[in-house]
Structures are given as structure tokens and as C-alpha cells.
Nanobody, 116 residues
Framework: QVQLVESGGGLVQPGESLRLSCLAS????????MNWYRQAPGKPRERVAG????????YYADSVKGRATISRDNGKNTVYLQMNTVNSEDTATYYC?????????WGQGTQVTVSS
């Protein structure tokens, strides 16, 4: 079955960087578009970034353009989200997502808190 396991969240100070990881299994990883979403308290879930199977960058949200880099390692079935110069508005739970076989799959999420 499809499994998505995020890691790398935690408490970071404003201006610092972080890297999130999502380890995937249960589907042909190298052929799948992978997405990162986030949801802040009281706000709808928003797509942050998307990457195609061969590494083509498909999408960055305006709120993270220039500060975020999505990448993947197909040999490790892992997708990454590097975030630089974080600020308080980046505080959210970050989720890995795929749309596969007519269904959406989500990981359990990893919490990122930006605070001094």
C-alpha cells in the first residue's frame, strides 16, 4: 500500500533553513509527481511545491518562491523540500502528497514551528 512518511520538522528560528524529507513506498516512485503541502492553524491546506517524476519543477507557491527548493532522489524513493530564510508564516504542518490511481494520498505530516 502507499505510504508517505515525512520527517525533518521542528523548531527553527526566523531566518534559518530547514530540509524536510518524505520517504515513499507502495507505488512506482520515479513515475509519480510528488507534492508538498502545508496547513497552518485556522487556514486551508495549500500546495507549496510540486516536482515531476524526472525532476521537472512543476510548481512553487508565490509565498515560497525564491526560498524553497523541491528535489527528489529516485534511488532513495525520497522527495525533499529545502526552505531558506524561514519566517513565522512558514509555521505549519507540512505534508507529502501524491495523486495515484485516482486517489489522493497523504503522509502524517511534520510540524514546522518558526519562532525565536
Amino acid at each position: 500500500q502507499v505510504q508517505l512518511v515525512e520527517s525533518g520538522g521542528g523548531l527553527v528560528q526566523p531566518g534559518e533553513s530547514l530540509r524536510l524529507s518524505c520517504l515513499a513506498s507502495g507505488f512506482p516512485f520515479s513515475r509519480q509527481t510528488m507534492n508538498w503541502y502545508r496547513q497552518a492553524p485556522g487556514k486551508p491546506r495549500e500546495r507549496v511545491a510540486g516536482i515531476g517524476g524526472v525532476g521537472t519543477i512543476l510548481y512553487y507557491a508565490d509565498s515560497v518562491k525564491g526560498r524553497a527548493t523541491i528535489s527528489r532522489d529516485n534511488g532513495k524513493n525520497t522527495v525533499y523540500l529545502q526552505m531558506n530564510t524561514v519566517n513565522s508564516e512558514d509555521t505549519a504542518t507540512y505534508y507529502c502528497n501524491i495523486h495515484y490511481s485516482n486517489a489522493d494520498y497523504w503522509g502524517q505530516g511534520t510540524q514546522v514551528t518558526v519562532s525565536s
